[in-house]
Every structure is written in structure tokens, then in C-alpha cells.
């Protein structure tokens, strides 16, 4: 099983940057497809961008165009680029895994979450 630990989050003001890191252990990193997602206070939590072992990346529609998902093989890292940031974007970002090899979902192991609040 991958052990997932996010980091780089904390607070921003509107139009601010951040980074968030998603260090994995434990398995083969290279050939899972890893996910970002995001839970608001008092919602569910939601898709927010995925890369699969390929390099080939998915954005949810509210956060195209300002955040970019790219992973570092080497260094088993993925990371969530978050550019032009907006109040509704505060939530606790969560790094997935996916649980089986060249398959992109099935979301099986996850990070314990970083905060990220960005201020108007």
C-alpha cells in the first residue's frame, strides 16, 4: 500500500500562488495515475485535476486554466500548481492514488490533507 503526504498548503490572498506536493512511498510510483482533490467546508469532496503515468492530465472545469498537475517520476512527487487563487478554491486538498496500475480512477489511497484558505 502507498503512503501519501501532502504539503504546501496554507493561506493565500485572492490573485496569490501556491504549490502543493504529494510525496508517495511504498510502491512502484511511476505507473499509477495520482489525483488531486479538494473538500470545502460543509461539501463533498471534489475532483479537482489528475495526471495519469503517461502524462496526460484532466482539469475540473473551475480550475482550468489557473492550476496545472505534473509529477516528477524521480522523486515520486506530484504536485498542484495553483495560480490566480480565489476564496471559493479554500478547502482541504487531498492526493490520491490510484489502486491498480494504468488505470485512471479508482481511487484507492489517500493523503491526510493539506489546508489551503485564500482570503478576499
Known amino acids: 500500500q502507498v503512503q501519501l503526504v501532502e504539503s504546501g498548503g496554507g493561506l493565500v490572498q485572492a490573485g496569490g500562488s501556491l504549490r502543493l506536493s504529494c510525496a508517495a512511498s511504498g510502491r512502484t510510483f511511476s505507473t499509477y495515475a495520482m489525483g488531486w482533490f479538494r473538500q470545502a467546508p460543509g461539501k463533498e469532496r471534489a475532483f479537482v485535476a489528475s495526471?495519469?503515468?503517461?502524462?496526460?492530465?484532466y482539469y475540473a472545469d473551475s480550475v482550468k486554466g489557473r492550476f496545472t498537475i505534473s509529477r516528477d517520476n524521480y522523486k515520486n512527487t506530484m504536485y498542484l500548481q495553483m495560480n490566480n487563487l480565489k476564496p471559493e478554491d479554500t478547502a482541504v486538498y487531498y492526493c490520491?492514488?490510484?489502486?491498480?496500475?494504468?488505470?485512471?480512477?479508482?481511487?484507492?489511497?489517500w493523503g491526510q490533507g493539506t489546508q489551503v484558505t485564500v482570503s478576499s
Open positions: 490520491a492514488s490510484s489502486g491498480r496500475r494504468y488505470v485512471l480512477g479508482s481511487w484507492n489511497d
Open positions: 495526471i495519469t503515468w503517461s502524462n496526460n492530465t
